[in-house]
Nanobody, 124 residues
Framework: QVQLVESGGGLVQAGGSLRLACAASGRTFSNYAMGWFRQAPGKEREFAAAIRWSGGRTFYGDSLKGRFTISRDNAKNTVYLQMNSLKPEDTAVYYC?????????????????WGQGTQVTVSS
């Protein structure tokens, strides 16, 4: 089992930045690919970013590349999502997820463990 706890969400003005963190506990963090997904009210869960177990390969949602950066610190069992140039349409609950396949995925159904989510609200 892996437990995931997100932090760093909040209210920010358009154009601002936030850094989300996801702390993992339980089984060996470095064995897992990690992902961030988001879900806005009334919408389906959307892929934001993923990073392989080694951190050597990252993936991004098509509309997010260039503004969002995913990274991980295996020594701290933590994955981060740096979000810059935020827009009101980025408002959502952001979820951290762990994938037992260390290569990672864009697909939510392939992830094995999920955090409770952290709210990000971007005001115009």
């Amino acid at each position: 089992q892996v437990q995931l706890v997100e932090s760093g969400g909040g209210l920010v003005q358009a154009g601002g930045s936030l850094r989300l963190a996801c702390a993992a506990s339980g089984r060996t963090f470095s064995n897992y690919a990690m992902g961030w997904f988001r879900q806005a009210p009334g919408k389906e869960r959307e892929f934001a970013a993923a990073i392989r177990w080694s951190g050597g390969r990252t993936f991004y949602g098509d509309s997010l590349k260039g503004r969002f950066t995913i990274s991980r610190d295996n020594a701290k069992n933590t994955v981060y999502l740096q979000m810059n140039s935020l827009k009101p349409e980025d408002t959502a609950v952001y979820y951290c997820a762990a994938d037992e396949n260390p290569l990672g995925s864009r697909w939510a159904y392939e992830y094995d463990y999920w955090g409770q989510g952290t709210q990000v609200t971007v005001s115009s």
